[in-house]
């Protein structure tokens, strides 16, 4: 029976010790480890965007409308910048930019053919630019479908880019 009782008193021991050297988290007055995102990931830099941003609407070779630049890291304005959009299709278009909620960032702008508009950036935040053909004798009414999400569903007339706007750094 003795030895019964060194098996059990051994593994007590050991068992014991290996709770007492087991992690336990943070007890009251100790620090805790704090796991956290490091400052500014997935943030836009502002250090990277531009003071001026010029875009021109044209067709490509097989007569769809595109941007030039693409969208894309080109697309990053400061807060204080402008954009020029030159219009190289063949009749009158409107420019708008539009926030996530579907709202205009700023008011939408006629430009006629051969023409180029100056735009102000808005405020910091992302946006979606588009460009249509000018419906009636103004473009108070903007661009249709600039929230839409889908390449086709009504999506015909309407072309749109995401754009960034930051603070410059």
Not at 26 to 40: C, K, L, N, Y
Not at 44 to 73: E, H, N, Q, T, W
Not at 114 to 140: E, F, N, R
């Amino acid at each position: 029976m003795h030895k019964r009782y060194a098996v059990v008193a051994v593994v007590a021991v050991v068992w014991g010790s290996a709770c007492a050297t087991r992690s336990k988290g943070a007890e009251a007055g100790e620090p805790e480890t704090v796991t956290m995102e490091s400052q500014g990931a997935g943030a836009r830099d502002g250090s990277l965007c531009k003071d001026s941003l010029s875009i021109s609407v044209k067709l490509d070779d097989s007569g769809r409308k595109k941007f030039d630049p693409a969208p894309g890291s080109d697309w990053l304005l400061c807060n204080t910048g402008t954009m020029t959009v030159t219009n190289d299709l063949t009749y009158t278009a409107c420019v708008a930019i539009v926030d996530s909620e579907g709202k205009n960032a700023v008011t939408p702008k006629s430009v006629s053919s051969g023409g180029k508009t100056d735009v102000s950036a808005p405020a910091d935040g992302l946006y979606t630019l588009g460009v249509c053909q000018q419906k009636g004798s103004d473009c108070t009414s903007g661009c249709a479908n600039l929230t839409d999400t889908g390449e086709g569903g009504g999506v015909t007339d309407t072309i749109k880019g995401n754009l960034s706007v930051v603070t410059s750094g």
